[in-house]
């Protein structure tokens, strides 16, 4: 009786002869321990194996998949950055200025009351109570690429 399968071996059905051919001319094509010291060679299960390898690849692929969106998320962070930086520059060029601005000096961007825009070395504080202004619209800093960053801006979601 098999200790494994729990089923009893048919000794007859056991060619001795071919089992000795085959263990001398390929012992490596027969199922079982051909010697009494042979390691003893069980049967892989291979859907238990290539159900464990997919998982694995998926976890795998998965893990860079999420490294990737990262990535993909961080360049477009920088792309919107960059897409607000020509913006508010676009709006600053055309806006009314009365001096050459320097480049990485910071400077204050207004609206008047008239809906133009200005963009003037005084800062809101300075102006005191006489501040001649609609809205105080951001301190902007001209960088050497001749674009704008927004320092700060209160109120408004330039920065």
Do not use: C
């Not at 009365?98 to 809101?124: H, T």
């Amino acid at each position: 009786m098999s200790k494994e399968s729990g089923k009893e071996i048919d000794l007859s059905q056991i060619d001795l002869e071919k089992m000795k051919e085959m263990t001398v001319a390929d012992p490596g094509l027969i199922e079982f321990a051909h010697t009494v010291g042979s390691a003893l060679v069980k049967p892989l299960d291979a859907g238990k194996i290539k159900g464990k390898s997919v998982a694995a690849m998926h976890d795998q692929t998965h893990r860079q998949f999420k490294q990737l969106y990262g990535q993909m998320q961080a360049l477009v962070n920088q792309a919107r950055t960059l897409q607000n930086r020509v913006d508010i520059s676009e709006r600053i060029y055309l806006s009314k200025m009365n001096f050459q601005p320097v480049i990485n000096q910071v400077y204050f961007f207004y609206e008047r009351k008239n809906g133009e825009d200005l963009l003037s070395m005084v800062s809101p504080e300075e102006w005191g109570d006489s501040f001649p202004f609609n809205t105080y619209i951001a301190k902007v800093l001209l960088l050497s690429d001749h674009t704008w960053e927004v320092v700060e801006s209160p109120g408004n979601d330039l920065v």
